[in-house]
């Protein structure tokens, strides 16, 4: 295996060894139909590795609190439909229910005396029902493995933390789990096998017109699946499928890059009082920080379009991938970019340049992991070798702008080292000195 390959495997491991576990968490993965649709695919031989059995089961954890979570939430909904709902129908038996006589049909069934009557019935007798609860008692048995695992593997662990930090979710999920079994309980039983091929086949029929709370089931029935013996991969790109689990190799990077900000917030003293969708509020000394991963920011300088204030706010957004934002209002952005590519990272120098103007930012960071100085293709690309000749020596460069503000280029790359206790640290360090420059 050549250095560039073993390297640009080694990346995608260290990574999903050190931030994995957290990408359902940060990409706001909390339906299942949303962790089918980003994370299902399937990857080329050599285009990835496999997780490590910590790493998949936390993910399988999270994945089966979010599965129950959308089990429970569904049957609630069914309950309350066959409470308030009935199906009109027709009956025949030897009296008369509901009052009113079908006296059509009881003209044939009267020589057998019995009386056919038009009735409400309770809309459980539905396949729908059926079908619910034989999904409900599938999701059950597959989240059940990870309680398993955690039981034998991971809670006599010597890591204290790790044990901690896992029995937590784990507490949760049985929790959960206790209440779908009570729900579940509570919708009738068929008296037939679903095997899963009957499940799809019936899921699909009834699609078209099928109630919102079946359809959640089906997509946490199938997120299950994968929770018993499934594979995640990390890799680069992957293709459309559904085999497979695939955590992306840039997703990860940009959760290592925000991870390596918060921990050095952390070091410097500061605590975390707020949690908000994608946005910790940190103090420290009466002095606050707001640190924002992946979402616009509030100071944009667009203010209309054609005099248009509705059409500007929908122009407005740039995402930095992290931001810190400071109690006295200075801004830093940060950009990710995980490719060794010049023409890339130099489109991503001056994508923070964008990002500067627009939220007026102090000091703006570009993080990438190396470069390939064989694929250049124009002046610019010359230029960012050049500055790479500078990283490669430093750790970074420095770019000062006439406006008193500044842009760093940063090496921040995960396969630096096989030990991740080494990448992280190295990491940390570059990262640190640059914010420092600003912070103190």
Request: glycine fraction near 6%; aromatic fraction near 10%; include cysteine.
């Amino acid at each position: 295996m050549s250095e560039r390959v073993s390297r640009r495997v080694r990346r995608i491991r260290n990574l999903s060894i050190l931030v994995g576990k957290y990408y359902l968490e940060h990409y706001g993965l909390r339906r299942s139909s949303r962790i089918l649709r980003v994370l299902l695919g399937r990857i080329s031989s050599g285009e990835g590795v496999l997780v490590d059995e910590l790493t998949r089961n936390y993910l399988f954890t999270s994945m089966g609190n979010v599965a129950v979570n959308d089990a429970i939430s569904a049957i609630r909904r069914a309950i309350n439909d066959y409470i308030r709902y009935r199906e009109f129908n027709a009956v025949v038996d030897n009296q008369v229910w509901g009052g009113v006589l079908d006296v059509p049909r009881t003209v044939i069934t009267y020589p057998a005396k019995l009386y056919s009557s038009l009735t409400y019935l309770p809309t459980t007798r539905s396949p729908e029902y059926l079908l619910l609860r034989e999904m409900a008692m599938r999701i059950l048995r597959s989240t059940k493995y990870v309680i398993d695992w955690y039981e034998s593997a991971v809670k006599n662990s010597t890591s204290d933390e790790l044990s901690r930090e896992l029995g937590n979710e784990v507490d949760g999920l049985r929790r959960k789990r206790l209440r779908l079994r009570q729900l579940v309980m509570r919708l009738p039983a068929a008296n037939v096998k679903y095997g899963h091929e009957d499940i799809v086949m019936e899921v699909e029929r009834l699609m078209p017109y099928a109630p919102s709370w079946l359809l959640e089931t089906y997509d946490a029935y199938l997120l299950s699946r994968f929770i018993p013996g499934g594979r995640i991969y990390a890799s680069l790109k992957r293709r459309v499928s559904n085999r497979d689990m695939v955590l992306l190799g840039w997703r990860l990077y940009e959760i290592f890059i925000y991870m390596l900000v918060l921990d050095i917030f952390i070091n410097m003293g500061y605590r975390i009082i707020k949690r908000r969708a994608r946005v910790l509020e940190l103090a420290k000394d009466g002095i606050t920080v707001d640190i924002i991963f992946n979402r616009p920011l509030e100071n944009s300088i667009i203010n209309s379009v054609n005099l248009n204030k509705d059409l500007a706010s929908k122009v407005r957004g740039g995402r930095p991938d992290v931001s810190l934002v400071n109690g006295n209002r200075k801004t830093i952005v940060i950009e990710c970019k995980f490719s060794e590519l010049p023409m890339y990272i130099t489109a991503g120098r001056y994508k923070v340049m964008a990002y500067m103007y627009e939220y007026n930012a102090e000091l703006g960071i570009l993080v990438f992991p190396g470069l390939n100085t064989k694929r250049i293709y124009d002046e610019e690309d010359r230029a960012t070798v050049r500055l790479w000749d500078l990283i490669k020596v430093n750790g970074f460069a420095e770019i000062s702008l006439n406006n008193g503000r500044r842009l760093f280029m940063v090496r921040v790359d995960p396969g630096e080292s096989n030990d991740i206790d080494e990448v992280q640290r190295i990491a940390m360090g570059r990262l640190a000195n640059v914010l420092n420059s600003v912070l103190h």
